[in-house]
């Protein structure tokens, strides 16, 4: 199962444009944030981003996956928001 901090990453590295202000946006170092990238590449078998220029562009993959990555970790965010509810 892939975890929503990885997912989390992704999106802001995806918003931002570069890794190291994806890491200021969400409170993370750096390598924190490529690294989770990494391992989210790994376990979906594609790559997310190239790498070659200065800041990294998203793949068409990435591109694909973006908006579902979006919508799971809305989805989580908006459980988690109605469990911590209902146990208050």
Do not use: W
């Not at 918003?15 to 750096?30: E, M, P, V």
């Amino acid at each position: 199962m892939i975890k929503p901090d990885l997912l989390k990453c992704f999106i802001a590295a995806a918003d931002t444009g570069s890794f190291s202000a994806a890491g200021r946006l969400i409170g993370k170092h750096l390598a924190t944030v490529s690294g989770n990238i990494a391992r989210l590449e790994d376990e979906l078998g594609v790559q997310l981003f190239d790498r070659d220029g200065k800041y990294p562009q998203l793949t068409e993959a990435g591109l694909n996956l973006y908006d579902g990555a979006k919508v799971v970790v809305d989805s989580v965010e908006r459980f988690t928001r109605n469990a911590n509810q209902l146990s208050a």
